[in-house]
């Protein structure tokens, strides 16, 4: 079987890991994130400026010809020519330290946001100057495309390798694309409020964007809201969402969290994505304890499963949906009233559809989960989709499974088609649109495997009496060459007695 050739950015993760010799790459990530975010915004600002130079009405150093642009003004001794060549001085961190503060004091939607920690001791500077080289490289320019918006693909590209290298750690701040692109293309985000509330680097809001590109929409027409509580992926984040070009001004950070302290107390969201933190215990309930939030039931102290669930479904518009990934205990857990909460939740007529997804999806966590989609406003009340795509996947690496396009497409379409009553039908050990009444049946427990059965084996074609022949026949000449066997033993055993 012939190699696959490496994509561009998967030669440029090779070549900037090998230079990161002694440095854990959770601290490595922020170093080289920030380059290309530096470089990246250096592009676009040199776009520009190269077309206001041209125009003798314009003045290419004036900053709000840039902000009119919706483009960051980078400062001189910011720019990428002045960056790369002094990549070979020994003073080369300091020199991009003060480069993002310059940056940072020009653009005020970037304050407190770029990483100032090149000139740290144990980096070593010959690998920043040879780092800051390989990211200039004139093949940049590859696969005939602007520069400027291969970086983007780049910094994404990056994030998913860091959050693979950190393994448990990255999980925190990224969900895998798959996943991402899964519950994206599901719920169909075309024009409204996107929310998430434990936002991570962003990749819910950077793959919506995408979504709408693909479908012909208008960027202009989403608006963003999230909140994080890390505020090192909050930073991560901002530079993300400003690649895409996404206003990140609704995304928040403070240390309390979603849930002690809500940034979007008054919104109501067209759409929800989320993957918060799997099974979180001590989340502030004994604070929290009578918080309008809890309309289903009062969530326990010691996993904050369905708080979550009904944080976002309290911001949740009339007529908005959701779609959360969440531990696959949340579909059967009867613990301190989950089961009572799930119950309300399905008999309310929100649970929509349930996918259970394989192991080995998640960078933080081998066990299984799933994605829960809800919505309100709902016509067909009396119907839950249960899709079961345990089995479905590939091995990337030896720990880490992935979802194809084929797999990707195969899910949404089988949503898509049931909800717009299109050319759906129930396939056994895959999906199965069931009743209320055949929920009520398995107590309200959720795991699709209980609804969508296991697959017949496929028919080759074979009589069973014809098969039954078969088998009866092997077995004969298996039992007849173990009689052989035990017979060849015992003369063996015989010659050897007469030889002692």
Request: proline share 3%.
């Amino acid at each position: 079987m012939a190699k696959t050739k490496n994509t561009f950015e998967q030669d440029l993760f090779k070549a900037a890991d090998k230079l990161r010799k002694n440095i854990d790459a959770a601290e490595y990530k922020h170093v080289v994130l920030g380059l290309i975010f530096l470089k990246y915004i250096s592009e676009s600002f040199d776009e520009l400026y190269q077309k206001l130079v041209a125009d003798e009405y314009s003045d290419a150093e004036d900053r709000d010809e840039y902000i009119a642009e919706n483009t960051f003004f980078v400062p001189k001794l910011a720019r990428w020519s002045h960056i790369h060549a002094q990549a070979k001085l020994p003073s080369i961190g300091q020199t991009i330290d003060e480069a993002m503060e310059a940056v940072e004091k020009e653009n005020k939607e970037l304050k407190n946001v770029l990483p100032q920690v090149y000139g740290k001791a144990n980096l070593d500077k010959t690998a920043l100057g040879e780092l800051i080289d390989l990211i200039s490289n004139t093949e940049l320019q590859a696969e005939n495309e602007n520069s400027k918006d291969l970086f983007g693909r780049v910094y994404e590209y990056f994030l998913g390798e860091f959050a693979n290298a950190e393994g448990k750690k990255g999980g925190q701040f990224y969900t895998p694309k798959a996943i991402v692109k899964l519950m994206v293309e599901m719920i169909e985000p075309y024009k409204g409020r996107i929310y998430d509330p434990a936002s991570g680097s962003g990749g819910m809001f950077i793959m919506s964007e995408k979504f709408v590109t693909a479908h012909s929409g208008n960027i202009k027409d989403i608006t963003v809201y999230g909140q994080e509580s890390n505020q090192t992926t909050w930073k991560l984040s901002r530079m993300n969402l400003a690649i895409r070009n996404i206003n990140s001004k609704f995304v928040s950070w403070n240390t309390e969290g979603s849930f002690l302290k809500d940034a979007h107390p008054d919104l109501k969201a067209d759409y929800i994505l989320a993957n918060p933190p799997f099974n979180q215990k001590e989340w502030g309930i004994d604070i929290l304890q009578d918080d309008a939030r809890w309309q289903y039931g009062t969530p326990p102290n010691g996993n904050a499963n369905f708080g979550w669930m009904q944080h976002m479904l309290y911001h949740l518009s009339p007529r908005g949906v959701m779609a959360t990934v969440l531990a696959n205990g949340s579909l059967s857990s009867n613990t301190s009233g989950e089961g009572d909460i799930r119950k309300t939740l399905v008999e309310a007529g929100l649970v929509e559809c349930i996918v259970a997804l394989p192991k080995q999806l998640f960078y933080n966590t081998g066990i299984p989960a799933c994605i829960w989609y809800l919505r309100r406003g709902r016509t067909n009340t009396n119907e839950v989709l249960f899709i079961d795509a345990s089995e479905m996947g590939f091995m990337k690496s030896r720990v880490h499974r992935d979802f194809t396009e084929e797999d990707i497409t195969k899910i949404t379409d089988t949503y898509l088609n049931w909800k717009k009553e299109g050319d759906y039908q129930d396939i056994k050990g895959y999906c199965k649109a069931a009743t209320l009444d055949a929920i009520r049946k398995h107590n309200h427990v959720l795991t699709p495997g209980r609804y969508v059965g296991i697959p017949d084996e496929e028919d080759d074609g074979i009589p069973f009496l014809d098969k039954m022949a078969d088998l009866t026949a092997t077995l004969q000449q298996q039992m007849q060459e173990e009689e052989a066997l035990n017979q060849e033993i015992k003369t063996q055993l015989a010659n050897i007695g007469f030889r002692l």
